[in-house]
């Protein structure tokens, strides 16, 4: 269990918020509209009203406390760079900011942040591999080689084992798990079968994957 300070509670604040309650962390939430800190209590163990840019303020929380600090503010990029920058002079051990443009993630880096997510370009990047083909499942990109798809079974791996394909050896693509009825197995030998009612999860160079599936 981490302490979580978050900052910032719109749509993507409160979706965080929920998120990290289901993880059984503890989490204090900030946004100076009591509406929206309203609209979280019941997914936080502590809340406050108040402005995130105000040094006094933020001090008064104990940003030292907190294993990690996320600024989710999304409709002001003014108050999320100060907020940023702020924990950061406070001592903060890990701050981790939104940005909607690339131009705000390089500011943000530079002031305070040590980890920048980007939801819309991540979304985006995201929606176009799922739509290039019908077998994409899920996918979840780890650099700007690597990435982790969840594909149905192609008809031509039917009935076949998984040293059979030694998609491994041939596209340096390794099964990290199958999924069938909702539940992912792990437990993955080469004698294991493949069949069109199961997914598969895979790790891989993006080409490499695309090569595989046709995608």
């Known amino acids: 269990m981490k302490s979580i300070l978050l900052i910032g509670l719109g749509r993507f604040g409160k979706h965080?918020?929920?998120k990290l309650y289901e993880m059984n962390h503890q989490i204090m939430a900030v946004d100076y509209n009591e509406e929206r800190v309203n609209g979280v209590l019941s997914f936080v163990t502590s809340a406050q009203i108040g402005d995130s840019t105000n040094e006094e303020f933020l001090s008064s929380l104990g940003i030292r406390n907190f294993d990690a600090c996320i600024v989710a503010i999304g409709d002001d990029f003014q108050s999320s760079l100060e907020t940023a920058s702020l924990l950061k002079e406070l001592?903060?051990?890990k701050v981790i900011a939104?940005?909607?443009?690339?131009?705000?993630e390089k500011f943000l880096l530079r002031n305070g942040a040590d980890e920048v997510v980007y939801p819309e370009k991540q979304l985006a990047s995201w929606t176009a591999i799922r739509c290039t083909s019908e077998h994409i499942l899920d996918y979840?990109?780890?650099?700007?080689?690597?990435?982790?798809?969840?594909?149905s079974v192609p008809d031509m791996w039917n009935g076949r084992t998984?040293?059979?394909?030694?998609?491994?050896?041939?596209?340096g693509i390794n099964i990290l798990g199958i999924r069938k009825d909702g539940r992912l197995n792990m437990n993955v030998a080469a004698d294991t079968v493949l069949s069109r009612e199961k997914s598969i999860l895979v790790l891989g160079k993006q080409k490499a994957v695309q090569k595989c599936f046709h995608i």
């Open 16 to 18: 965080i918020a929920m």
């Open 91 to 93: 001592g903060a051990k």
């Open 98 to 104: 939104r940005a909607s443009r690339g131009v705000q």
């Open 140 to 151: 979840i990109e780890l650099d700007k080689d690597y990435s982790i798809f969840e594909l």
């Open 162 to 171: 998984i040293l059979q394909l030694d998609i491994r050896k041939k596209y």
